[in-house]
Each structure stands twice: as structure tokens, then as C-alpha cells.
């Protein structure tokens, strides 16, 4: 019993420095004595320190104290990294060709487009992309990269649906939704550290 009123004097102590209230503040000083007064600390007065500690200590926490630092993957990554964004760097490449393709504004050129879309390299742009999502995991670049792969994804299938034959959009619509592409491309492999 006297381990029990020790210890849940202890953990009181403690309890109430976490909190930022002290002991003789409390009024469980006695100055005269100049030690902790011996009360009945029970089972659930115990367990219930037990469970506000972490909750005073987490509340403790300010914002200000918090400090952001960014995540870069690691250099194994990167070097994984950099293998999927030679694929990225051969798509947008092979984009440019397509470019003459929409210019003639007939529909063999625009199917010629679609099925350019379709064709290695530029076929192996949304797993090149994903890849570097992967190896991404955690580091402080995944979001910013995770929405340039949506848009890049958006204007591929607004390039293919232009490029259909019941489309209206005009050839020069589509070679600015082009080149759009090839700006999200650059964008998305630049950024990493070498």
C-alpha cells in the first residue's frame, strides 16, 4: 500500500508538471515539511494519470515548435528514379513528332495522332510516371508530383479525344494541348537532385 502512495505521488508530480501546474501551486506542498503530503491515490485516479499524461503532453505541443523539414528520397531511389524519367524524357521527345501530325487538320492525321499516343515511348509514360510515384513514397515531393501526373493524365486523354473523328476541337486547340503535355512532362522530371 505504501508503494501505491508513493508512486501515485510520483506519477501525480509528474501528471501536474506536464500540465504546467507545480506542486506547491496545488497545494500539495507542505512547506512546513518541505515534502509531497501523503494522499490515497486509487486504481482509477492511477489509470486515469496513465491516460492524461500523453493527452497533457501532445496538448503541450505548440504549432511554433513544430519544425517542417523536407524529405528527399534517398540516393538509391533517385538512382531509380532517374532510370523512369529516361523513358519520360524519350516520350516527350517523341512527342514533337506528333506535332506535324495535327497540323494537317485531316483525320488520318488526327487517327495517326491516336495511335501515336498508343506507341512506345509515349505508351510508356503513365508507368514511367507511376514508377516515380512509387519510389517517392514519403518524401516531401510526392504530392507536387502526384498532381502534375493527374494533369499529365488529363491532357493525354483530352489530346486522344480530340483526335477523334466526331471531334470538333481545332488542330489548333490540340497542338496547345500538346505542347501543355510536353510542359507537364519537363516539369515532372525536373526537380530531383542529382
Known amino acids: 500500500f505504501k508503494f501505491q502512495v508513493v508512486f501515485g505521488s510520483i506519477i501525480m508530480s509528474c501528471l501536474l508538471r506536464v500540465i504546467g501546474i507545480t506542486a506547491s501551486s496545488a497545494g500539495l506542498l507542505n512547506p512546513a515539511l518541505g515534502r509531497m503530503q501523503q494522499f490515497d491515490v486509487g486504481r482509477r485516479a492511477f489509470l ?3 491516460v492524461v ?14 519544425v517542417l523539414t523536407p524529405v528527399m528520397p534517398t540516393p538509391a531511389r533517385l538512382l ?35 495511335i501515336g499516343l498508343r506507341k512506345t515511348p509515349v505508351n510508356g509514360i503513365r508507368k514511367a510516371c507511376s514508377k516515380v510515384l512509387v519510389q ?10 502526384q498532381a502534375e501526373y493527374d ?10 479525344d480530340g483526335c477523334r ?25 525536373n526537380g530531383f537532385a542529382s
Open 151 to 160: 494533369a499529365i493524365k488529363g491532357s493525354i486523354a483530352v489530346l486522344d
Open 80 to 114: 531509380t528514379i532517374g532510370e523512369y524519367l529516361v523513358d519520360i524524357r524519350e516520350a516527350r521527345r517523341a512527342l514533337e513528332q506528333l506535332q506535324p501530325l495535327i497540323e494537317l487538320d485531316t483525320n488520318a492525321g488526327k487517327e495517326a495522332v491516336r
Open 136 to 145: 517517392l513514397d514519403g518524401s516531401s515531393l510526392q504530392a507536387a508530383k
Open 165 to 189: 473523328p466526331t471531334s470538333t476541337q481545332s488542330s489548333d486547340g490540340l497542338v496547345a494541348e500538346l505542347q501543355r503535355l510536353e510542359g507537364l512532362l519537363d516539369q515532372f522530371a
Open 48 to 50: 486515469g494519470a496513465a
Open 53 to 66: 499524461m500523453p493527452m497533457a503532453a501532445v496538448q503541450h505541443t505548440r504549432a511554433a515548435d513544430i
